[in-house]
Structures are given as structure tokens and as C-alpha cells.
């Protein structure tokens, strides 16, 4: 890049790592290179040096990583091996599970007859899990003593049966955290006795609150998935060392802020990848003035779809995985397998095509590349069909191999159906562009809404391909894609704040017509959690070399009617709660959301208000890119812009389609169908009854030749 970077941000997804270096005048480049899960350090010095050049990184300010190795540690089970201390009588914790969880993941038709499916196999397995007694009882007192000779026991056969960590999870931990603490005495104790390296790890450090189901399963992703992925993160921030970066490595964070490596809850940035463009899409709704987008993200493993409402993303603070719940805070993405790595195959039964769900991912990767993998998939399709250049993929360091994927369908799919190849390969662009598109429809309309009241914006390497394709007939009120929308989750992790945010269970109970001496009672419960959580902040921010004082701190509150099973965040009015008065404004702000959420006559202060769990968000200013905002100028693009022209397959027939350089257009241009315009990262197809423009963003608009 010609000038020096202030920030290089990465998005390591299952088959491509995407950096971008972005200079202190918000000016970008990006690199891309293959994903190498052994050693994630080698993709990203290859895409690290294609952005940046090799030059030294002693100016940069900030490097931030996002991407999926916790979540495909889970997903496929290769972390490490995790025992767990529960209290006696709960061992078969993992086997009973919560009730919403034995349907949780299903589809509609799936949830009525859930009791007959088969159920995901434990986190743990049931000899590894192992129950001692006492209890700490709901309003944090010692209700039975802990029997300390049942957890010498137990530690002692969890050793012997060679786990890698413990995790330990006790009832009631998060009010008082004493019978973990002792648990953890004796278990460092018997560790080192019996000369193991098993680590520890206790709920009430990690996850301070409520539903134990969920609190448990994320215990033991921390311990499962977690050191393990800071052990490929320690790699990456090597290598940048090596190359004169000075700082930290910081990472994502599934709710959208961003953490020091050593963060003790790593396991917050397991859906660091995923969400990333829904970040840079909060960021660029910022900056151009729109509000409500649909987020798609299209790769090479999976279709990830996510809202923004009001400029916001939403939030979660469970999800499930694997059909299993986890008590992370978590924007919101929905994820079908629809990448282009997906395999392309005949049911011999049925004689019909099946995509996936199983993908070639970066090795052996698809036909074309020439790896070894001989069953074609969706890339090779789009290739077959025209769409992409063989000779500027990865802006030309790979060389897709044509007459290899072309073969590869003929045999595996076009013969059987004895169709033509390129037939096969148009219906599965068309096959994916439909799943692609009822995966959005489905999203708005569960939740509510309509596309007429949302932008969509289509990213990632493969989003802007069949972005007419999937948003076809849903009517939204504008459809988009970027130059660099390979690298925009890397660009949006590069847009956040420096944020942690932390969350502990509490009790506060205020019934209808509370005098001010109870309300002021409850006000002391809860500054007492958001000092306990304070605290907890303020050593995790000297821990990582920040200064507090530059922190913007914000207390959080949850608060729900009594009776009520769900509850709303409410950013508090007041830093303490000091008397009724500041009680009465929390509980106003709750009332003031809760009617326009669910409209004004669905309020019940009668019931009284509950607040379960308490909050607190951290955030510290960084640097981050800028977009230029460029003046319009003439509709016809430049001579330099256009390549060509080359044959596509597009619905039945061959169409000469001019070919444009997407890093030659400029704000003002518009581009007429049938054309491909290129990029060294991405390509959009533009089909017959459509046309691109550009804005002074830089956005490129898809229309409709005649309307919108």
C-alpha cells in the first residue's frame, strides 16, 4: 500500500482469510489467501503481505482479528477434553438438558415431533462428570456444607482419566461464589500433586449468571475451545511481531466489541466471524443515513444473514449451536449451508440435484482449483457458466481450471440426468439463489417485517454473484454491494471500539406500590453488582494496558414485568442507583421501551417489575477507516473500466456480457446488462433487466431497468 497503516484488521472464514490495512486517512487495501485451519498464522501472513506490501509495522495502532476456529472447534468436536464438577444429584446434566433446549434448533415441522429425534451427544461424556455435595441456596447462603472429600475424589478420577480441564459449575455460584472458590483450592492442590496440566475453570469467573444449562455448556466451550484458539491467535500475534507491530493482537467479540488476546472469556468471541459485516454495515448505515439493512454474507461455506433495525444490530443473550443453548451475548446471524464451496451431486433415488451440505472448503477446495477434490461444486458451476474469470481469481494467483470443473459435471451430474453441463450448472445457481432467497424472507417475516422497509446489503467474496438472483421479487427498497466486499467482515471488525461487556445474575424484586425505603434497598443490590462488575472491568483494562479513565462506562439493567418469562435491556439513566427517585427513572426508561416495542397497551406496572440480571459495557475509543465520499460524475464509465466481453450461460442461453474493472468505476457510473464486473476479490453479475450504478460512497446499486 502506498502509505503507512494505522489499522490491519483479518476475517479467517473456513476457505479464505481477508486482510485489510487501512492508512490514517481511512484509504484501504486488502489481501486474500487461502485459510490453512492447521496453522491459521500462514493464511494470514500471505494475505497480510499481499495488503500491506512486507513493509514494517512498527506505526500500527491497532491489528484485530475475527473469524470461526473456536465455533469449528465446537462444530466439530476437536477441542479439547473437558471433566465437570456439578453439584451431586446432577450429573446427568448433559443428558436431560433444559426442556427448550431438547427442540431448540428445529424447524417448524421438526419441533412437533421433537420427543422422536435423536439428541445431540453430550457436551461432556457422563463418566467425566461428577457430583459433589453442598448447596449455596437462591438468596447466597451456605444451605449444606461442601463435602471436600467428594471433590478431592472427584478431581482425583477426572486426572486419572487424562482431561485436559475441569470446568466446574455450582448452583447459586453467581450470589455467592465461596463453594467454587474452595472447589478450586482443592482442585489446584490435587492437579498438582498428581502432576497433571488440566486447567481450571470456574462458572462464577466466567459467567456469573443464571439458567445453569446454559451457563455450563458455555463453561465448557471456554474450556473445550478456548485456549486452544489462543494458542492459533498467540501464532498470529508472533507473527506480527516479527514484522514490527508492537501492540496486542485484539479480537472480536461475539457481541460486537473487541478484547485484548488474553481476554478471560475468549470463548465471547466464538461468532467473531459472522458478525463482523454486520458491524461494518452499523458503521456504514452511520455514515450514508439509512437505518434498516438486511445484512447477506456469502462465502464459501455458508450464507449468513443478519439485521440491522434502526442502525442497530440485535442482540442476544442466548444462542444455540449445535442445538445446544449458550449464554453468550450474541448478534443476531442466520446461517444455511449455501456457500460456493457446496457440493453438487445427483440423488440416485430421486435423479435430482442435491446441494451439500457437506463443502470442499479451501483443501482440496473446488475442482477448479485443482487439488485433488473431484466432485464439482457451486463455484465450478458459476465458472462453467461464465460468470468467473479463470485468469483473475485472487487477482490471478490461482488459476481456476475450467475444462476440469466442466468435466468433473458433465460426469457426476449432467450425464445421469443426461441434460446438457451447462444446463446442470445454470439450475444450480438458480437452486441456490432460490434457497438463498426464501433464507431472507423467512428471517423478516418471522420477526415481523417486511423488505419494503429494509436496504439490503450483499457481501463477502461470493455476495454480489447472484445478488439479483437472491433478492429477486422481495421488493426491498434498494439492493447493494461493495468493491471490497470479500474483505468487508474484516472491515467491519476494523470500525468497533475497543468494548467489553459483562453480565451477572442478581434478584431484584420491586412489587407494585413499593415504598421509597424498599426501592432504595433494591438500589443497593443493585450498585452492589454493577460495582462487583466494575471492578472486574477495571482489572481486565489494566490487564490489557488501557487506561480506565478513557473508558465510557455504561450500567445495564434487565429488567421484565413480574410473572414474565423475557426481559429488555434498558441502558441505565444513572451510574448508581441512589434513592427511589433514580429507581423510578430506571424502571420509566424499561416502561418508555416496553411501549414501543409492544405497543402502549400491553404494559402491566401492576405486576410489579423484576430485574434478574445486571449489565455493564466498557468502551474505549481506537482508530478506525473512514469512507470517502467522492462527487458524481459522468454515467458512462471510463474506456479503462471495460475488459472486454465474454460469453455467460444465463437462463437457457449464451449472452456476450461486457466485462468492467470495478476499481476503474467511478461515483455517477451506471452499468447496463448483461455485464460482469470484476474485482480481484468478488464479480457481480448483471442480468438482462437490470443495471449498476455507483453512489458517491462508492456502493454499487443493483436496479431494475424501469424502477428502482
Given at each position: 500500500?502506498?502509505a503507512v ?14 486482510v485489510?490495512?487501512v492508512d490514517?486517512?481511512?484509504?484501504f487495501?486488502?489481501?486474500?489467501a487461502?485459510t490453512?485451519?492447521?496453522d491459521?498464522s ?12 512486507g513493509?514494517?509495522?512498527d ?5 484485530v ?10 462444530l466439530?468436536?476437536?477441542g479439547?477434553?473437558?471433566g465437570a464438577i ?22 417448524y ?6 420427543a ?5 451427544e453430550?457436551?461432556v461424556?457422563?463418566r467425566?462428570?461428577?457430583g459433589?455435595?453442598?448447596r449455596i441456596d437462591?438468596f ?7 463435602y471436600?472429600d467428594e471433590?478431592?475424589s472427584?478431581?482425583h478420577?477426572l486426572?486419572e482419566?487424562?482431561v485436559d480441564?475441569?470446568?466446574?459449575c455450582l ?12 472447589v478450586?483450592?482443592i ?10 496440566s ?24 471456554h ?16 507473527a506480527?511481531r ?8 485484539q479480537?472480536?467479540?461475539?457481541h460486537g466489541g473487541v478484547a ?10 466464538t461468532?467473531s ?13 452511520r455514515?450514508?443515513g ?11 461455506t455458508?450464507?449468513d444473514?443478519?439485521?440491522l ?11 444455540t449451536?449445535?442445538?445446544r ?6 448478534l443476531?446471524?442466520?446461517t444455511?449451508?449455501a456457500g460456493?464451496?457446496m ?8 435423479s ?16 477448479s ?5 473431484d ?6 458451476c458459476?465458472?462453467?457458466c461464465?460468470?468467473?474469470n ?7 494467483k ?17 450425464k445421469?440426468?443426461d ?5 446442470v ?11 438463498m ?9 418471522t420477526r415481523?417485517?417486511s423488505p ?5 446489503l450483499?457481501y463477502?467474496g461470493a455476495?454480489p454473484l ?12 434498494g439492493?447493494?454491494t461493495?468493491?471490497w466486499?470479500?474483505?468487508f ?13 459483562y453480565?451477572k445474575?442478581?434478584?431484584?424484586v420491586?412489587p407494585?406500590?413499593?415504598g421509597d425505603e424498599?426501592?432504595a434497598?433494591?438500589?443497593?443490590m443493585?450498585n452492589a453488582?454493577?460495582?462487583e ?15 480506565w479513565?478513557?473508558?465510557?462506562v ?5 429488567v ?8 429488555l435491556?434498558?441502558?441505565s439513566p444513572?451510574p448508581?442507583?441512589?434513592g427511589a427517585r433514580?429507581?423510578?427513572a ?7 421501551l416496553?411501549?414501543?416495542?409492544y ?5 402491566h406496572p ?10 455493564l459495557t ?5 482508530a ?6 467522492r462527487?458524481r460524475g459522468?454515467t458512462a464509465p471510463a474506456p ?11 437462463e437457457?442461453?449464451?449472452l456476450a456480457a461486457t466485462?468492467?474493472d ?8 451506471a452499468?447496463?446488462a ?20 455507483m453512489?458517491?460512497?462508492s456502493?454499487l446499486?443493483?436496479r ?5
Amino acid at each position: 500500500m502506498g502509505a503507512v497503516p494505522q489499522i490491519i484488521s483479518c476475517d479467517t472464514g473456513g476457505t479464505m482469510t481477508d486482510v485489510i490495512a487501512v492508512d490514517a486517512a481511512g484509504r484501504f487495501v486488502i489481501g486474500k489467501a487461502a485459510t490453512t485451519p492447521s496453522d491459521q498464522s500462514e493464511g494470514y501472513v500471505e494475505a497480510l503481505e499481499e495488503a500491506t506490501g512486507g513493509i514494517r509495522l512498527d506505526a500500527v495502532e491497532a491489528c484485530v482479528y475475527s473469524g470461526t476456529a473456536m465455533l469449528n472447534a465446537l462444530l466439530t468436536g476437536t477441542g479439547r477434553r473437558v471433566g465437570a464438577i456439578v453439584p451431586r444429584g446432577e450429573e446427568d446434566i448433559f443428558l436431560h438438558q433444559r426442556s427448550r433446549q431438547t427442540w431448540a434448533g428445529y424447524g417448524y415441522a421438526d419441533v412437533l415431533h421433537h420427543a422422536a429425534h435423536h439428541r445431540p451427544e453430550p457436551l461432556v461424556p457422563r463418566r467425566l462428570v461428577k457430583g459433589v455435595s453442598g448447596r449455596i441456596d437462591m438468596f447466597g447462603a451456605e444451605a449444606i456444607p461442601l463435602y471436600e472429600d467428594e471433590v478431592r475424589s472427584a478431581v482425583h478420577s477426572l486426572v486419572e482419566e487424562g482431561v485436559d480441564a475441569i470446568a466446574v459449575c455450582l448452583l447459586f455460584s453467581y450470589m455467592n461464589p465461596m463453594h467454587e472458590q474452595r472447589v478450586a483450592e482443592i482442585a489446584h492442590d490435587e492437579i498438582e500433586a498428581a502432576q497433571s496440566s488440566a486447567t481450571l475453570h470456574l462458572s462464577h469467573e466466567l459467567i456469573p449468571i443464571t439458567r445453569e444449562q446454559g451457563r455450563l455448556n458455555t463453561l465448557v466451550l471456554h474450556a473445550a475451545a478456548a485456549e486452544p484458539c489462543r494458542e492459533q491467535l498467540a501464532r498470529i500475534e508472533g507473527a506480527l511481531r516479527e514484522r514490527g507491530y508492537e501492540r496486542s493482537l485484539q479480537v472480536v467479540l461475539s457481541h460486537g466489541g473487541v478484547a485484548d488476546i488474553r481476554y478471560p472469556r475468549l470463548h465471547e468471541s466464538t461468532f467473531s466471524g459472522p458478525i463482523g459485516g454486520l458491524l461494518g454495515a452499523r458503521y456504514l448505515a452511520r455514515e450514508v443515513g439509512a437505518d434498516n439493512w438486511v445484512c447477506a454474507d456469502m462465502g464459501g461455506t455458508s450464507f449468513d444473514v443478519g439485521l440491522l433495525r434502526g442502525g442497530e444490530p440485535i442482540l442476544d443473550r442466548e444462542v444455540t449451536i449445535t442445538r445446544r443453548i449458550f449464554n453468550l451475548p450474541t448478534l443476531v446471524m442466520d446461517t444455511i449451508g449455501a456457500g460456493m464451496g457446496m457440493y453438487v451431486t445427483v440423488d440416485p433415488i430421486t435423479s435430482r440435484i442435491t446441494l451439500g451440505p457437506e463443502s470442499a472448503g479451501a483443501d482440496p477446495g473446488p475442482v477448479s482449483y485443482g487439488g485433488g477434490n473431484d466432485i464439482p461444486t457451486v463455484m465450478d458451476c458459476a465458472l462453467v457458466c461464465g460468470l468467473l474469470n479463470p485468469d483473475n481469481y485472487l487477482g490471478g494467483k490461482v488459476r481456476l481450471d475450467t475444462d476440469a470443473a466442466l468435466d468433473s459435471l458433465e460426469r457426476h451430474c449432467a450425464k445421469p440426468l443426461d441434460v446438457d453441463p451447462h444446463y446442470v450448472a445454470d439450475g444450480v445457481l438458480a437452486l441456490v439463489a432460490s434457497r438463498m432467497r426464501e433464507h431472507i424472507r423467512t428471517i423478516l417475516s418471522t420477526r415481523g417485517f417486511s423488505p419494503a422497509d429494509h436496504r439490503l446489503l450483499a457481501y463477502g467474496g461470493a455476495g454480489p454473484l447472484l445478488m439479483a438472483a437472491y433478492t429477486e421479487g422481495l421488493g426491498f427498497q434498494g439492493v447493494a454491494t461493495l468493491p471490497w466486499a470479500a474483505a468487508f467482515s474484516a472491515f467491519g471488525a476494523a470500525t468497533v471500539d475497543l468494548t467489553h461487556r459483562y453480565q451477572k445474575s442478581t434478584g431484584v424484586v420491586i412489587p407494585d406500590g413499593a415504598g421509597d425505603e424498599w426501592k432504595a434497598g433494591m438500589g443497593h443490590m443493585v450498585n452492589a453488582g454493577w460495582e462487583e462488575l466494575e471492578r472486574q472491568a477495571r482489572a481486565d483494562l489494566e490487564a490489557e494496558g488501557l487506561d480506565w479513565d478513557e473508558a465510557v462506562v455504561q450500567p445495564l439493567a434487565y429488567v421484565r414485568y413480574g410473572g414474565q418469562m423475557e426481559d429488555l435491556e434498558i441502558a441505565s439513566p444513572v451510574p448508581r442507583v441512589n434513592g427511589a427517585r433514580d429507581m423510578d427513572a430506571l424502571t420509566d426508561v424499561f416502561e418508555d421501551l416496553y411501549g414501543r416495542i409492544y405497543a402502549g397497551v400491553a404494559k402491566h406496572p401492576e405486576a410489579g417489575y423484576h430485574i434478574l440480571e445486571l449489565g455493564l459495557t466498557v468502551t474505549v475509543a481506537k482508530a478506525k477507516p473512514r469512507l470517502t465520499r467522492r462527487p458524481r460524475g459522468e454515467t458512462a464509465p471510463a474506456p479503462a473500466a471495460v475488459k472486454g466481453t465474454r460469453d455467460v450461460y444465463h437462463e437457457g442461453a449464451w449472452l456476450a456480457a461486457t466485462i468492467y474493472d470495478m476499481e476503474r468505476l467511478a461515483p455517477g457510473n451506471a452499468v447496463a446488462a448483461p455485464a460482469v464486473i470484476e474485482a480481484a476479490t468478488t464479480t457481480l453479475f448483471v442480468p438482462p433487466g437490470y443495471r449498476v450504478e455507483m453512489d458517491e460512497w462508492s456502493l454499487l446499486w443493483l436496479r431494475r431497468e424501469g424502477g428502482r
